[in-house]
């Protein structure tokens, strides 16, 4: 893989319209555009979605029920609809058939004026208007008659055959029948139906079609010629009743889905009113309003919920009462301790030192206990000095001074006074960064605090190896960070170095005299300045404490201008690694492994000053939050020594 090249293969573009459109976007800048438009005014109704239960359930409700009613709908419709055809189908079978063998009665027994008059075929023309006029009669405005000549509806062929089409009631004979149902008539026997339309003829005052059930049959006239004989029933009736079903279906269902919604809304609220106070009042809860309670009424499952609700808020008071009250007789405690321990240890200073200055005079066994009196009593003051900052820190009074300092003059003077013990274990300590101004707000006293407790930890733990003091400001923030070479940290020790009196190894000796608080100080005022402490470690690689402060008192950080975990890291070096022998050159690159220089006097090179970018967000580390809502005050005067440095490590 080449640098540079994201994983997943390098990514190919497209260049339409002078601009690169990654391969795989969903269209342009346009269709971006458009999409954005279209789902900003809809964020607001899918907000109160996906918020608002009541909402949810109240439009399911109404979406079942309309699915529901819709379906009986279609069901009830359907059986009406065919209940009603059914029945007109069978009472115009029946009437038709009536007509059929009234109408092939009278061709069979002609009356006398028709068998005695020579012009036959005007004998039954006439006898064929007769016919129709009569069977037309019976009906009034059930039904109408039509009669075509045998074929295709027009004048048969033949000086026998009956002359036109004849129908009843301004009825168009031709229109009114479909071919379909002639063909089957001419083609076929017996008596065929289908459902058609009613078309009149002009001068009828345009009277608009008429569904119809059209019943037809092939009979005799009186010469023994064919013609087709059809009865026209209207639908009318019919089609009214089943649009009043459809209305009243309608309305029905529009009144049943309204009242289900209604019904789930007025439910809904029952059981979701008393869910959202309790959020409401578990959201004061957790504010601090430790007496918020929840009003309960009746003595259903909801009244239950609220008194046990009731009940878990009131002994969650009294135990975080009581937690309190143990957390600062605890605090008063230890600081009533401090206090008062620093009468009798000053009295036992005085007297320590008279004997530590005379131990000339001592024998040496006498000589010897006096040195480790004096320096346990330096520990001993130590210890209280440190308990005492803890106690404030833990009371919430710890204030931060803060002033625009260069960290540069706060990082010559720690490392002056970690010189003595780094020539002592043969450490080296190297300053990076240094070339530029490093400006923050903040306080210089603890900031020096912090960093000498880093420095003094990494030199100890550091098994006479380098340790590297990197500085770089990029953006809103600034950072130091301590890299050694020693034992480094186990995995899940990162976090844990910065607990109070833990150590990584107990059996290993506090050979600097430190008192285990050092670094639960330092995160703590790392904190107070609204700023991050992060530790970074490996088995056998050493480690890197890293200090990242806001440039601005009291601005949120968004990134560190230093990466937490070195460039000069087993996984770092892995990864050079690989990427140099994918360019093919055969070589690790710069920080692929230590110098064999420095591998050979026992001393870890110095990794290569890295280029300062800009600050991108890391996520924080659990132990280096940011804020404990500490004030920003000024610098008293007089308190510039009020307050002991802690000193000593807690790895």
Excluded: C
Excluded at 292 to 316: C, H, P
Excluded at 341 to 356: E, G, Q, S, Y
Excluded at 454 to 474: I, T
Excluded at 485 to 498: C, D, I, M, Q
């Amino acid at each position: 893989m080449q640098p540079g090249t994201p994983r997943g293969g390098p990514r190919r573009g497209v260049l339409r319209g002078g601009r690169l459109l990654q391969e795989g976007a969903p269209g342009g800048p346009l269709l971006r555009l458009f999409r954005r438009l279209v789902r900003r005014p809809l964020l607001p109704a899918v907000r109160l979605w996906r918020r608002n239960i009541q909402l949810r359930v109240v439009a399911a409700t109404l979406l079942m029920s309309l699915a529901v009613v819709l379906a009986l709908g279609f069901v009830v419709i359907a059986q009406v609809s065919k209940g009603l055809l059914d029945a007109k189908e069978e009472a115009a079978q029946s009437q038709a058939a009536g007509g059929f063998a009234v109408a092939q009665e009278k061709a069979n027994t002609p009356s006398v004026a028709d068998t005695t008059d020579n012009k036959v075929g005007q004998d039954a023309s006439t006898w064929m208007n007769a016919l129709v006029k009569q069977l037309a009669s019976g009906g009034q405005t059930a039904f109408e008659v039509v009669a075509l000549g045998a074929g295709t509806g027009e004048q048969a062929a033949g000086a026998q055959g009956v002359k036109g089409a004849r129908a009843s009631g301004n009825v168009d004979p031709t229109a009114s029948v479909p071919s379909a149902l002639r063909k089957s008539v001419n083609h076929g026997t017996g008596t065929f139906k289908t459902f058609w339309q009613i078309r009149y003829t002009a001068g009828t005052g345009d009277k608009a079609p008429e569904p119809a059930l059209v019943v037809g049959k092939r009979l005799t006239d009186i010469n023994g010629d064919p013609y087709d004989l059809y009865y026209l029933f209207p639908l009318t009736q019919e089609e009214e009743s089943l649009n009043l079903v459809k209305v009243t279906i309608a309305t029905a269902g529009v009144f049943v889905v309204v009242l289900l919604g209604a019904i789930a809304w007025l439910v809904v609220r029952q059981v979701v009113t008393p869910v959202r106070m309790a959020a409401g009042i578990a959201e004061r809860l957790s504010a601090g309003r430790l007496q918020e309670r929840m009003k309960v009424t009746g003595e259903d499952d909801i009244a239950r919920l609220g008194e046990a609700f009731n009940k878990m808020a009131q002994n969650l008071q009294l135990k975080i009462q009581q937690l309190e009250d143990l957390s600062r007789l605890q605090r008063r405690f230890v600081s009533d301790v401090s206090h008062e321990l620093r009468t009798p240890l000053t009295t036992v200073r005085m007297a320590a030192d008279v004997i530590h200055d005379a131990r000339a005079d001592f024998d040496p066994v006498t000589a010897r206990s006096a040195e480790l009196l004096a320096g346990q009593l330096d520990r001993f003051e130590s210890l209280l000095a440190d308990l005492l900052e803890i106690s404030r820190f833990d009371a919430g009074a710890a204030a931060l001074e803060a002033e625009p300092i260069d960290l540069r003059d706060v990082v010559r003077r720690v490392i002056d006074g970690a010189e003595p013990l780094a020539e002592h274990k043969g450490t080296r300590i190297r300053v990076l960064g240094d070339t530029q101004p490093v400006i923050a707000e903040a306080d210089a006293r603890r900031v020096e605090r912090v960093l000498r407790n880093l420095v003094v930890n990494a030199v100890e733990h550091g098994e006479g190896r380098d340790v590297v003091v990197r500085l770089a400001s990029a953006g809103g923030a600034v950072a130091v960070a301590v890299r050694d070479y020693g034992v480094g940290l186990k995995p899940g020790e990162a976090t844990r170095v910065f607990n109070r009196f833990w150590r990584a190894d107990p059996a290993r000796a506090r050979t600097t005299g430190g008192t285990g608080l050092g670094l639960s100080i330092a995160v703590e005022d790392a904190r107070l300045h609204g700023g991050w402490l992060q530790a970074w470690g490996e088995p056998g690689g050493g480690s890197q404490f890293r200090l990242t402060l806001p440039r601005t008192a009291d601005e949120p950080l968004r990134g560190s201008p230093i990466p937490l975990e070195p460039e000069d890291s087993r996984g770092n070096r892995a990864r050079a690694a690989a990427e140099a022998a994918g360019r093919g050159n055969g070589t690790a690159g710069p920080g692929a492994r230590p110098g064999a220089a420095g591998e050979r006097d026992g001393r870890s090179p110095i990794p290569p000053r890295p280029a300062v970018t800009t600050a991108q967000p890391v996520p924080a580390d659990p132990t280096a939050l940011p804020g404990n809502g500490a004030r920003v005050v000024s610098r008293p005067a007089d308190q510039g020594a009020a307050q002991e440095d802690g000193s000593g490590g807690g790895r």
